[in-house]
């Protein structure tokens, strides 16, 4: 069976004060034995969320390289030495800030994996793709191009985030996420050897409120929350959801 996880993506947000908030997660964390809790900070807060026990530490993007002439760009062995354990990469942010390809994606996904990362891989369709019915599709390519042969259950988390729900408030109906992951997870079993354990998480809106509901689908081990994981009072409660 999929592991159950809770992730926390803080993006550009988080300077030193905000780390009461780990403090907070972190103790909820403790009392949840069936869930894992991951919190992925900006770097530059990311040594001292490592010092939590019951959180496991993720960074938010990591170069393809480990080293060299990349001037701003952090190597997977880099963040693993700053005390992460897992990267999301492929967010829509970054494939939209940064134009990232899904051929980069799997490259940077070879890096984690090279470095011992766990990597929490971003896909989703835009709303324009949702509209025209196209959501399998466009979920299929861009799974097929941006994870690289030797996915496991220990190595990888895929995270269903649709682009349009993203900050939004808005989410896909329950029947429809259900269905998506219905299908990640039959081209997951059918592609890796333990390809149908892969945890395969929601991500887009997820909140207090609508966290239960999510959770209780067919084939959703968990979310990847954005803005309600900044503060303890909106993670715990969907922490909790899981639990
Ligand atoms: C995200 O950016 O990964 C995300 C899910 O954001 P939010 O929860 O704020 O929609």
Redesign the pocket.
Known sequence: MAARIIAG?W?MNGLAAALPEVAWIADAARDMTCVETVIAPPVTLLPRVAGHAGITPAAQDCHAADAGAHTGDLSAPMLAEAGARAVILG?S?RRANHAESDVQVAGKVRAAWGAGLRTIL?IGETEAQYRGGRTVEVLARQLAASLPEGATPANTIVAY?PVW????GITPREDEIERVHRALRDRLASRFAQGGEISLLY????SAENAASIFALQNVDGA?????SLTAGKFVPIMNALA
């Open positions: 993506n993006k967010h942010e971003c985030e729900a993203i900050g939004t991500g887009g809106s997820v990847l929350v954005g803005g309600a």
